[in-house]
């Protein structure tokens, strides 16, 4: 609720000072995540597919006991 005594008194204003670092930090990490993930995706073993055998004839489990 809204002091109305207050009403027309200026909003005081929180600032700090930039730390450097910062971004660069920020920037290595991101890179160094993207890097991660590129690495497991091309050294997975398998395709990504499907699981259950998908598309080589076999039945899938949604459809079996079903004729």
Same mark, same amino acid.
């Given at each position: 609720?809204? *002091?109305?005594? *207050? %009403? *027309?008194?200026?909003?005081?204003?929180? $600032?700090?000072?930039?730390?450097? !670092?910062?971004? /660069?930090?920020?920037?290595? %990490?991101?890179?160094?995540? !993207? +890097?991660?993930?590129?690495?497991? +995706?091309? $050294?997975?073993?398998? %395709?990504?597919? #499907?699981?259950? #055998?998908?598309? *080589?004839?076999? /039945? %899938? &489990?949604? $459809?079996?006991?079903? &004729?």
């Amino acid at each position: 609720m809204a *002091n109305p005594d *207050n %009403s *027309n008194a200026p909003l005081k204003e929180l $600032t700090h000072e930039a730390v450097s !670092g910062y971004p /660069k930090a920020f920037l290595i %990490s991101i890179a160094v995540m !993207g +890097l991660y993930l590129a690495i497991l +995706l091309i $050294t997975s073993p398998g %395709s990504a597919k #499907g699981h259950h #055998g998908h598309g *080589n004839g076999e /039945k %899938s &489990h949604a $459809t079996e006991g079903k &004729h």
